[in-house]
């Protein structure tokens, strides 16, 4: 698998010193990405959790989508497939359970948005279970997931158009006054795309140090893909989910969460057996998907109760991560199961 910068693999020392470089140059991009998606939902009259589905989730899963693309066209399926489901358990238990124990007060979720998206997650979850369930995810079988994403879309845009001329959810001057930070949509946009591209620099710099230093311990393809390679690429969702949820806009972090699910089941997956079909063993797939359909459903459980993201609710969310990546370990690692 290809990096952007070359990087010495055996170099444990610069291994780590870019490892802690990545951290921070993300954390400031994310900053970038996340007042710029927050201006941009606000000057365009567009509810934060839709941008955070559409825009914010292509931006942060750009780095799911490269790994599992190249990982698939280099014969790597172990982490292509491991990268894009890892990444869905990464975002919903660890992503977004960090986000709501540093947010400053409960996170509120939007009823009818949890019901649209979270069914349509659940869905197509299903969905690319099934079409795996045999180990292998066939070129035709990633169209057909890419064909469910432009349908995804084009419903998400009929969707915000009708309520637009339905005149709903319209901001006030003193809301635009709040949120947005001096300039127009043109420097928005700016800053929005210096966030992005913040974070895609940081993240192949990241990925390719965890790999590496993965590599040096010997750590099999299956557990890289799964825990090192789909943490690495889900940072930009883990950083914009602590800063939006910081700065008081939770919703937008819920937003990107569900984006980025959608968008791993859909756009990377479908992309990533498209380009190369995927086959794996079935020791992962019934692994990694059983531990994702899990953690899924609690996280949206935890949204349908009180529809509030309490502390608590944050702080069993990353708890079940703990639980999947210590049963990762053990499994593929410690005792030694083919992945």
């Known amino acids: 698998m290809s990096s952007l910068f070359n990087i010495p693999a055996d170099n444990i020392i610069i291994n780590l010193i ?38 914010v989730g292509f931006a942060t899963t750009a780095p799911e989508f490269t790994v599992s693309l190249i990982s698939a066209l280099r014969g790597l399926p172990e982490i292509a497939l491991g990268n894009a489901v890892g990444s869905v358990i990464v975002d919903d238990a660890f992503a ?38 045999n180990g292998t995810i066939d070129r035709w079988e990633g169209i057909v997931l890419l064909v469910i994403l432009v349908a995804y879309l084009l419903w998400v845009f009929l969707s915000e158009k009708k309520r637009r001329n339905a005149g709903k959810n319209a901001l006030l001057d003193d809301e635009v006054e709040e949120h947005v930070k001096p300039g127009g949509v043109a420097l928005q946009f700016g800053r929005f795309f210096i966030g992005v591209a913040g974070v895609i620099v940081a993240s192949d710099f990241l990925v390719e140090s965890a790999k590496n230093i993965a590599c040096i311990f010997m750590v099999s393809e299956a557990i890289i893909g799964l825990t090192i390679v789909a943490i690495g690429t889900s940072l930009p969702e883990i950083a914009t989910a602590i800063v939006a949820s910081r700065k008081g806009h939770g919703d937008l972090a819920l937003g990107d969460i569900l984006g980025a699910d959608i968008l791993n089941m859909l756009w990377i997956i479908g992309a990533a057996s498209a380009a190369n079909p995927i086959t794996v063993s079935l020791n992962m797939i019934f692994f990694s998907f059983p531990a994702m359909f899990v953690i899924v459903g609690s996280m949206l459980v935890f949204a349908r109760l009180g529809y509030r993201f309490e502390r ?14 210590a049963a990762a370990i053990v499994i593929f690692f410690i005792f030694g199961i083919e992945s």
């Not at 470089?21 to 996340?34: E, I, K, P, Q």
């Open 96 to 133: 977004l359970g960090l986000g709501i124990i540093v947010a400053p007060v409960a996170i509120a979720v939007d009823s009818k948005i949890l019901k649209r998206f979270g069914l349509f997650l659940v869905a197509i979850d299903i969905i690319a279970f099934i079409l795996a369930f």
């Open 18 to 55: 870019i490892l802690a470089g990545s951290f921070y140059l993300l954390a400031r991009s994310a900053d970038f990405l996340v007042d710029g998606s927050v201006a941009l939902a606000v000057l365009l009259r567009i509810p934060k959790i839709v941008i955070g589905i559409v825009l």
């Open 312 to 325: 608590w609710k944050g702080i069993v969310l990353v708890s079940l991560y703990g639980i999947y990546l």
